[in-house]
């Protein structure tokens, strides 16, 4: 006689864990016919003899095989190429994203927590509650800056096994005063914390501790080539001690980094100057959209380091920034609203900064966007 079946949804209820069930999922827009300035990527692909070139490159990739599984002749190039410090080693994931949940996998003892900024990146605090950890959030000053005294305290207080501090920080865009990160790292050597310095924006930053790596036992940088122009392939890496990267590695899945994500990086960095003049025209962008930002009566950008800017829209109405976000959407641009993301972000936006075109248009478009929603 066969089994009689479940009700699903009920069945789904009992199955998956609560706290999963009452999550939003990590929603990704739609930008199907809209100039997207969302996401913080490069706007520039490489160019057209390059991509011929990686065409046929991925085209002889063995598809048919399993990836080398520690991805060694991409590893060489890119410590070469990023100047990663001798006695470090790289460890790849599939984005940084992955290395995020298997920092928090690796740490996940009972009672164990993990640190992190706010407002700060999103995947900080998901993988900490994926991995049934702790979190610690301490929030940062009025200004976006980092209060040092206030997350020593936290250290002193939880000792947390991880200490996530994005620098430069995302969605704020500013890099925290090195002295207060070097003071936090110091700190979380006596509460024997591992602090990871992510440094998605090191591109356009004017700032590393890569180099720092090896006077610091309970340091590891991460990284993602995802902001150098290559998103579409999903690749970050892990700077760091290999005492560190030895443990933190078994728990990645064997093959994480599959052959043509290889291939496309290891072409992508042996051309790493078509890269780097791509992120000095950003960089030279980003310094024109501040001013014209700066410029623009009730709009407030604050100071970034990034890739993009966050900006406060200045008005009574606490929806003003869903208001010119649906405006601008009309306008099929598309930015990132944050005014409901933590409260440092009210009413404010963030756009990628992109091609000398589409941030003329993302400009024009702003201008008709607050005039709308002020006279409405």
Same mark, same amino acid.
């Given at each position: 006689m066969s089994a009689q079946p479940k009700a699903l949804p009920s069945f789904v209820d009992r199955v998956i864990r609560a706290d999963v069930r009452a999550m939003h999922a990590y929603v990704v827009a739609d930008a199907t016919g809209l100039v997207k300035l969302d996401a913080m990527e490069n706007p520039f692909q490489l160019p057209d003899a390059l991509r011929e070139e990686l065409g046929h490159r991925l085209a002889a990739a063995p598809l048919n095989r399993y990836p080398a599984p520690r991805a060694d002749a991409l590893r060489a190039t890119l410590r070469r190429v990023m100047h990663v410090p001798d006695g470090c080693d790289v460890l790849f994931g599939n984005g940084s994203d992955e290395l995020i949940a298997l920092l928090c996998m690796a740490v996940a003892r009972d009672g164990a927590s993990v640190l992190s900024l706010a407002p700060g990146f999103a995947m900080f605090a998901l993988s900490t509650q994926f991995a049934r950890l702790d979190q610690v959030v301490v929030p940062l000053r009025d200004d976006f800056s980092l209060d040092a005294a206030a997350v020593i305290d936290a250290l002193l207080a939880q000792r947390p096994a991880l200490a996530f501090i994005a620098y430069p920080n995302n969605p704020t865009g500013n890099r925290f005063a090195r002295a207060d990160v070097e003071a936090v790292i110091q700190a979380a050597c006596e509460t024997d914390t591992l602090v990871v310095v992510d440094e998605a924006y090191h591109a356009f930053a004017s700032d590393s501790f890569l180099a720092a790596l090896p006077k610091h036992d309970n340091l590891l940088v991460l990284r993602t080539v995802s902001k150098s122009g290559l998103a579409g392939v999903r690749l970050g890496y892990l700077c760091g001690s290999p005492s560190w990267l030895n443990e933190i590695g078994k728990v990645r899945p064997p093959y994480n980094i599959n052959v043509l994500t290889q291939c496309a990086v290891q072409f992508a960095l042996?051309?790493?100057?078509?890269? !780097? =003049?791509?992120?000095?025209?950003l960089r030279d962008e980003r310094t024109r959209l501040m001013a014209a930002l700066q410029a623009i009566a009730g709009v407030t950008p604050f100071p970034s380091d990034a890739n993009f800017i966050l900006f406060r !829209? =200045?008005?009574d109405d606490r929806t003003a920034a869903t208001q010119v976000f649906e405006a601008l959407k009309r306008r099929r641009v598309l930015v990132k609203d944050l005014s409901r993301s933590h409260p440092l972000c009210a009413n404010a936006?963030?756009?990628?900064?992109?091609?000398p075109e589409e941030n003329d248009v993302f400009l024009a478009a702003l201008a008709s966007s607050l005039h709308e929603v002020t006279a409405s």
């Open positions: 042996e051309h790493a100057d078509v890269l !780097v =003049a791509q992120a000095a025209v !829209v =200045a008005h936006l963030r756009v990628t900064v992109s091609t």
